[in-house]
């Protein structure tokens, strides 16, 4: 018997009329929706992972959509309809890269008494990462990313009280973000210790 990997079979149905026709037409059957989930998913990370690829060869700037598109393999019908700009899909890489870093602790209810030292242990592994958004000017967007997060390092005294809440998931995710920038600036030659007992000195009000 043939055996098929499912990035086969998807492969395949792309070329199905009956399913093109489908998608043409917008109205698509129960039987297709969990197949066009993958497809979809799967578009998302080879545009996510092909414009970071490029990223660490080109300048933010002079990347061009036609060249993200040709690198994922995908129409560039397909990248506008999932995203609306490339800060979107570094969005949403930076998105990917905090559940890689929630995952164990959700699945394994691993949650660290240092969570500061987990923290920076963990982007010491992403440290090209940080450097291409250093390079671009675009911490900013890891920044908004881990206001998502803050939560992890707030006390809880301060989920009861909405306005202090706020401001504190505000001030610590600039504060990590400030830190990880000047360990980047810095060439990472601070150690995780060191910026993890810098961030809970900086942070002590809300840990």
């Not at 933010?60 to 019908?77: G, P, T, W």
């Not at 949403?92 to 890689?100: D, G, Q, R, T």
């Not at 949650?111 to 390079?135: M, P, V, W």
Request: glycine fraction near 2%; charge should be positive.
């Amino acid at each position: 018997m043939l055996h098929l990997s499912h990035r086969h079979f998807l492969i395949l149905l792309k070329g199905n009329p009956a399913f093109l026709y489908y998608m043409r037409i917008g109205v698509v059957p129960a039987m297709y929706t969990e197949i066009l989930e993958t497809l979809e998913l799967d578009s998302r990370n080879r545009i996510r992972f092909s414009l970071v690829s490029l990223m660490e060869q080109y300048p933010y700037s002079e990347i061009v959509v036609s060249a993200i598109c040709q690198k994922a393999k995908v129409s560039r019908q397909t990248y506008y309809r999932l995203f609306s700009s490339k800060d979107d899909v570094l969005t949403l890489h930076l998105n990917e890269v905090m559940k890689e870093y929630l995952l164990p602790r959700i699945l394994l209810d691993n949650a660290s008494t240092n969570e500061f030292l987990q923290f920076f242990l963990f982007f010491a592994g992403y440290k090209d990462l940080l450097k291409i958004l250093y390079r671009n000017d675009k911490m900013y967007l890891l920044q908004h990313v881990l206001t998502r997060y803050s939560k992890l390092f707030i006390r809880e005294p301060f989920y009861r009280v909405a306005i202090g809440y706020n401001y504190a998931v505000d001030f610590v995710a600039s504060t990590l973000c400030s830190l990880l920038t000047v360990w980047t600036q810095m060439k990472f030659k601070t150690g995780c210790s060191t910026l993890a007992s810098f961030a809970s000195s900086f942070l002590e009000a809300v840990n």
